[in-house]
């Protein structure tokens, strides 16, 4: 293949990583060789290869064996041209190169995966005021809160919703600057920055941005240079009246080793939750996976009471329940059968098995604490009277019941209390319950709320 017939199937790949991306990394790539399973570009600085290895490589491989060749590795080169009728290019023209790759018009921002739309996110309880705020975001028009800090535990959507906020803004005003990235990679760049000797360019460039929404923040605690080049992004765009959107695994408050100054302009716009997923969110999630897999499908049965099932029994996290769901898909498939609850028990017997797992102390300690109204603290505290201990023991109890930890396992997250205390409580619950209605009543719902 030449760089000429590169240069024609290379369009392909703007479908897969976004026009922003296609322009600042992929059409300046020029392919030097490929030959005995190795394609080999020129790019005009190490720095710029770096990057496309990690975030685009992938792409291109699949890109080029999908064109009919036959590729193992990709390669980056600066300015090196070692094969190919192309001349090696001038130092002027290598200096070019670099300058344009800093430019301004050049984005730097991570691909956007074309699946997180709006369309493609389904909204329950948990996840309608993070959703609504994104919209609301993604219009575009003013800027009413600033930050917009989207937080919550892992694969409850943050980023969906981070790239469905691209997607719109990029269909609603092309006009406006959007850059999204995560935290890690704006480390990354800030580093090569201060290694190149580009970091007025590299403020510039972050400064010059409409919109910038980054990615996993919490990376950035402890990292003392990129926090305060991050703080001085933060203040210039605010300045500017420009929006940033944020997102963490925790709430800004939680973020240990983050400045408080950041902290603290990180907390003045608004802060949204996105909650653990409940039953009815699952359960829409799954129908509309099952939507989209029936078509690809086609002719593949699910039977009645599957995706209930699923929506039950795997409450981790939306990515493992996708998985689950693609698995069971493609399974069934290859098997040619309808897809039943034996099937999905049979073939998701190992994800099934760590969902089961996933209850832990300290949630049964929080929804306890919750219920009775007491604090988490007085769970493991010293606190004997009745109003304290009773909870406890449930907490002991259901801890006992609902996860396979040992009574000394329960007893050390118990305040480092003794194996034969945690015994006496579970007993004594056991007891309570067969004289008093209102706790076994308590237990249940209590059972139930735990386990989605
Ligand atoms: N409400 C939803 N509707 C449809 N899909 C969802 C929803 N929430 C999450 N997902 C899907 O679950 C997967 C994980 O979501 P995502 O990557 O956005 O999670 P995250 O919160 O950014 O997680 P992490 O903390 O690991 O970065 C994605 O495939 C996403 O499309």
Redesign the pocket.
């Known amino acids: 293949m030449t760089n000429e017939t590169w240069g024609q199937i290379r369009e392909g790949l703007i479908n897969r990583v976004g026009k922003n991306n296609y322009v600042t990394w992929i059409e300046p790539l020029k392919l030097s060789h490929m030959k005995n399973g190795v394609a080999r570009f020129e790019v005009p600085t190490t720095f710029f290869g770096d990057w496309v290895q990690r975030n685009f490589a992938d792409h291109i491989r699949s890109h080029l064996m999908t064109a009919g060749a036959t590729i193992d590795r990709i390669e980056f080169a600066v300015g090196t041209l070692t094969a190919g009728p192309r001349p090696a290019p001038r130092p002027e023209a290598a200096k070019a190169a670099r300058v344009r790759a800093a430019s301004e018009d050049e984005l730097p921002g991570a691909p956007l995966?074309a699946?997180?739309t709006f369309d493609?996110?389904?909204?329950?309880k948990p996840?309608e005021l993070a959703?609504a705020a994104a919209r609301r975001v993604a219009e575009g028009d003013t800027v009413t809160f600033n930050p917009l800090f989207l937080y919550?535990?892992?694969?409850?959507?943050?980023?969906?919703?981070?790239?469905a906020i691209a997607h719109e803004l990029q269909a609603r005003r092309p006009d406006l600057r959007v850059l999204y990235l995560s935290a890690e990679q704006f480390m990354y760049r800030f580093i090569q920055a201060l290694r190149d000797k580009q970091v007025m360019d590299f403020k510039s460039l972050f400064r010059s941005v409409d919109v910038l929404m980054v990615?996993?923040v919490q990376f950035i605690a402890g990292k003392d240079s990129t926090q305060e080049e991050f703080f001085h992004t933060f203040n210039a765009l605010v300045d500017q009246n420009k929006q940033i959107v944020i997102?963490a695994?925790r709430a800004p408050g939680e973020i240990k080793d983050l400045e408080e100054r950041i902290r603290s302009r990180l907390q003045c716009g608004l802060v949204v939750d996105?909650h653990p997923?409940d039953y009815e969110?699952r359960l829409?999630?799954l129908q509309?996976?099952a939507d989209f897999y029936r078509e690809q499908y086609r002719g593949l049965v699910i039977a009645d009471g599957v995706l209930e099932f699923l929506a039950h029994r795997i409450t981790t996290?939306?990515?493992v329940?996708?998985g689950a769901l693609t698995r069971l898909f493609a399974f069934a498939s290859l098997v040619g059968r309808e897809i039943t609850l034996d099937l999905a028990q049979d073939c998701l017997a190992d994800i099934l098995r760590a969902s089961d797992r996933k209850l832990t102390i300290e949630e049964i300690q929080r929804k306890v604490a919750e219920h009775y109204n007491v604090r988490l603290s007085d769970m493991i505290g010293p606190k004997r009277m009745r109003t304290i201990a009773r909870p406890r023991q449930v907490a002991m109890y259901l801890a006992k019941q609902l996860t396979s930890r040992s009574l000394p396992e329960i007893g050390r997250r118990f305040g480092g209390r003794d194996h034969t205390t945690i015994m006496h409580g579970v007993r004594k619950i056991e007891e309570l319950m067969a004289i008093d209605s209102q706790l076994a009543d308590d237990l249940q719902l209590l059972k139930r709320l735990l386990q989605g």
């Not at 919550?152 to 790239?163: I, R």
């Open positions: 995966d699946r997180f493609s996110f389904v909204v329950g996840n959703h919550g535990g892992v694969g409850l959507g943050k980023t969906h919703l981070m790239h990615d996993d997102s695994d996105l997923t969110l829409g999630i509309q996976k996290n939306v990515r329940l996708e």
